[in-house]
């Protein structure tokens, strides 16, 4: 979740050199990061989460293509072994 955060604060660094703190103190109020996080925190879960549920549908795909496949070799077969007998 933080890695923008360490990529803003390098980057910054960077450019406007080591002495430079993009993270000044907030008087008052909650700081931007956080009140960023707070506003998109829906979007930043799902971004998060996204994996798994991408991983579950293509196990279940590649399950799916299973069935169908040792079903239509049974299928296949089934249907071989018949017109040997006729």
Known sequence: MFTPIRIYYRLTRWIF???YNPFEDIDE???PIAQFYKEHQSKLRFLVKSPEYFLLTI?????????????LLNLTNEFSYKMKLF
């Open 29 to 31: 109020g909650v700081h």
């Open 59 to 71: 196990f279940i795909l590649i399950l799916i293509n299973f069935i169908q496949k040792q079903i």
């Open 17 to 19: 050199g080591n002495n």
